[in-house]
């Protein structure tokens, strides 16, 4: 493992992220706690040294297990992040209640690393809001010795992450931005690098494999880059772009298995950056990629707990894709055909409740509504 210098403190370049951890017969909030002991053994006796969870990660399971499975080791032997959950705006008045909550879940005194979680459009205003205390109160917990550093993630665009920071940039450490070779264009990556640069913020990268479809190449795109690096495991071109990114510090990437977690350890043993010509190589793949009729889910889960109907978006998302990418197939109506009926896209609602807290911005419902005509001229 490799390490990289943040304000005297020595990071590994790769972080284990605690939003897809193994869980038991898919059940999103139930965490195989088991397999994700010895997944966290495995990282801290391998160099791992942060740990990256959240208010709202496995139904609100994530915090609890995480401190539990931590609590094991020496308390300076790993460096624990946790956020606010200002993703769903109602949260935002429960600063102090929230804050308290996540210490005790954690089983700690204090976080070394603590975020205002996916600024975006939607909520930019209530977190800057002075009525609502946000930055007043986390700042007040880090005099305090509660929070170490402070920082914030993002998935809005750059004027809102510019907003942010003329308000709050004063007291921002960090910036965690969904950072990926498919990403650099289309949602605008490589402008919020230039952006946060300027500011003088250190990245952290979340989605490098891009809800793992980065770490799944066709035969076409990993025999390009064979070509290129015959050692080269195709997963690892994704992290070798973000380390080719100046002003990243940490990459996180959640394995849900011990292979992938393994697998990502082994490729941060050293940095091994891409050149101009490998760069506009795995550029061009992602050219071709974008031009796939799917939506960019990377499966977070924040929609389904604001779903009234209870429907499993991730999935439902993932087949509606693999029905546009294929041009319709057996694949998907197959898959369907083993849920029970209220479980069906056709029960969406389109209250759009679920696009509120999507950081992706996708129109849930559309698609859904979409999804559900095609499946009736589907002749399989």
Same mark, same amino acid.
């Given at each position: 493992?490799?390490?990289?210098?943040?304000?005297?403190?020595?990071?590994?370049?790769?972080?284990?992220?605690?939003?897809?951890?193994?869980?038991?017969?898919?059940?999103?909030?139930?965490?195989?706690?088991?397999?994700?002991?010895?997944?966290?053994?495995?990282?801290?006796?391998?160099?791992?040294?942060?740990?990256?969870?959240?208010?709202?990660?496995?139904?609100?399971?994530?915090?609890?297990?995480?401190?539990?499975?931590?609590?094991?080791?020496?308390?300076?032997?790993?460096?624990?992040?946790?956020?606010?959950?200002?993703?769903?705006?109602?949260?935002?008045?429960?600063?102090?209640?929230?804050?308290?909550?996540?210490?005790?879940?954690?089983?700690?005194?204090?976080?070394?690393?603590?975020?205002?979680?996916?600024?975006?459009?939607?909520?930019?205003?209530?977190?800057?809001?002075?009525?609502?205390?946000?930055?007043?109160?986390?700042?007040?917990?880090?005099?305090?010795?509660?929070?170490?550093?402070?920082?914030?993630?993002?998935?809005?665009?750059?004027?809102?992450?510019?907003?942010?920071?003329?308000?709050?940039?004063?007291?921002?450490?960090?910036?965690?931005?969904?950072?990926?070779?498919?990403?650099?264009?289309?949602?605008?990556?490589?402008?919020?690098?230039?952006?946060?640069?300027?500011?003088?913020?250190?990245?952290?990268?979340?989605?490098?494999?891009?809800?793992?479809?980065?770490?799944? !190449?066709? @035969?076409?795109?990993?025999?390009?880059?064979? /070509?290129?690096?015959?050692? *080269? #495991?195709? =997963?690892?071109?994704?992290? +070798?772009?973000?380390?080719?990114?100046?002003?990243?510090?940490?990459?996180?990437?959640?394995?849900?298995?011990?292979?992938? !977690?393994? @697998?990502?350890?082994?490729?941060?043993?050293? /940095?091994?950056?891409?050149? *101009? #010509?490998? =760069?506009?190589?795995?550029? +061009?793949?992602?050219?071709?990629?974008?031009?796939?009729?799917?939506?960019?889910?990377?499966?977070?889960?924040?929609?389904?707990?604001?779903?009234?109907?209870?429907?499993?978006?991730?999935?439902?998302?993932?087949?509606?894709?693999?029905?546009?990418?294929?041009?319709?197939?057996?694949?998907?109506?197959?898959?369907?055909?083993?849920?029970?009926?209220?479980?069906?896209?056709?029960?969406?609602?389109?209250?759009?409740?679920?696009?509120?807290?999507?950081?992706?911005?996708?129109?849930?419902?559309?698609?859904?509504?979409?999804?559900?005509?095609?499946?009736?001229?589907?002749?399989?």
């Amino acid at each position: 493992m490799y390490y990289n210098d943040f304000k005297g403190m020595k990071l590994s370049a790769l972080g284990f992220g605690a939003m897809r951890l193994p869980v038991i017969e898919g059940k999103d909030a139930d965490i195989n706690i088991e397999e994700t002991a010895e997944m966290v053994d495995y990282a801290l006796k391998h160099g791992i040294n942060y740990f990256d969870t959240a208010y709202g990660y496995h139904g609100g399971n994530s915090e609890r297990v995480m401190g539990r499975l931590l609590s094991k080791y020496p308390r300076d032997s790993y460096y624990l992040a946790t956020k606010f959950p200002g993703y769903d705006v109602s949260n935002m008045g429960s600063v102090k209640e929230i804050f308290e909550e996540q210490i005790e879940k954690c089983g700690v005194d204090y976080f070394d690393f603590y975020l205002f979680h996916n600024v975006y459009e939607n909520n930019l205003d209530p977190y800057l809001d002075e009525k609502n205390g946000i930055l007043e109160y986390l700042t007040a917990q880090k005099k305090a010795g509660r929070i170490k550093h402070l920082g914030f993630s993002a998935h809005g665009d750059c004027g809102v992450i510019s907003k942010f920071l003329e308000a709050n940039g004063s007291e921002m450490e960090f910036c965690q931005i969904q950072l990926n070779y498919v990403d650099w264009e289309f949602q605008d990556a490589k402008d919020k690098v230039k952006l946060l640069t300027e500011h003088g913020l250190p990245i952290w990268v979340m989605e490098p494999l891009r809800g793992g479809r980065l770490a799944n !190449l066709t @035969e076409t795109e990993a025999a390009e880059l064979r /070509a290129l690096r015959p050692d *080269e #495991e195709a =997963k690892a071109w994704a992290f +070798r772009f973000i380390e080719s990114v100046p002003g990243v510090m940490m990459t996180l990437s959640g394995a849900s298995s011990f292979g992938q !977690l393994k @697998e990502n350890i082994e490729t941060f043993k050293e /940095a091994r950056p891409l050149n *101009e #010509e490998e =760069k506009k190589v795995i550029l +061009r793949i992602a050219g071709g990629m974008l031009g796939e009729k799917t939506l960019p889910c990377t499966a977070c889960h924040y929609c389904t707990s604001h779903c009234p109907q209870n429907l499993d978006i991730p999935e439902l998302l993932a087949l509606y894709n693999e029905h546009n990418f294929t041009g319709g197939g057996f694949i998907a109506p197959m898959a369907l055909g083993g849920m029970p009926p209220e479980k069906q896209p056709s029960q969406c609602i389109g209250c759009r409740s679920c696009e509120a807290v999507c950081p992706q911005q996708l129109k849930i419902s559309e698609a859904m509504a979409d999804f559900t005509e095609q499946l009736k001229h589907n002749a399989w």
